[in-house]
């Protein structure tokens, strides 16, 4: 930084020749500045391929987490359907039929109407189970689950 300034007060003051360096010492500080200059220039474009790399690695662990959401969105959109119904026959389980029992009769109470509910249960059918096993006995319900559901 010394030296450019000694080369521009030298220029001010007339004291350069016509070529613009007056000695080794002037030509050294310009060798200096040009390759400070190109070390500027190297580092700015090092930076600049280590921001892009980053750029894309920052973009491929973006899509690879957008892909995991999804994932996991439909993992627990399955998880709340296996939830809600029995594997075998595909009916809605106990706690599903009493949350939506309680919405009818909440409705039910606002509008002033009536509702009625069916209740279908098989006698002595963990006995027929326990005989049979269950490959004999899974075929009931499954078998009359249709019928029900209509």
């Not at 003051?13 to 040009?34: K, N, P, Q, W």
């Not at 190109?38 to 980053?54: I, Q, T």
């Not at 996991?72 to 029995?86: E, F, G």
């Not at 706690?95 to 002033?112: D, S």
Request: aromatic share 8%.
């Amino acid at each position: 930084m010394f030296a450019l300034a000694s080369v521009r007060q030298r220029h001010y003051t007339g004291e350069m020749t016509r070529s613009g360096i007056t000695d080794l010492a002037d030509f050294v500080a310009i060798g200096l500045l040009l390759a400070a200059t190109a070390a500027l220039a190297l580092w700015y474009v090092v930076l600049r391929l280590k921001n892009l790399r980053f750029d894309r690695l920052l973009a491929e662990t973006r899509q690879e987490l957008a892909g995991a959401n999804n994932r996991l969105a439909q993992a627990r959109d399955r998880a709340a359907l296996m939830s809600n119904r029995d594997p075998v026959t595909g009916l809605l389980v106990r706690h599903v039929i009493v949350e939506r029992f309680m919405l009818l009769l909440t409705q039910a109470q606002r509008h002033g109407t009536t509702f009625g509910i069916v209740l279908v249960g098989l006698t002595d059918f963990e006995q027929v189970s326990d005989r049979l096993g269950n490959e004999a006995a899974d075929p009931s319900p499954i078998w009359w689950t249709p019928r029900v559901s209509s």
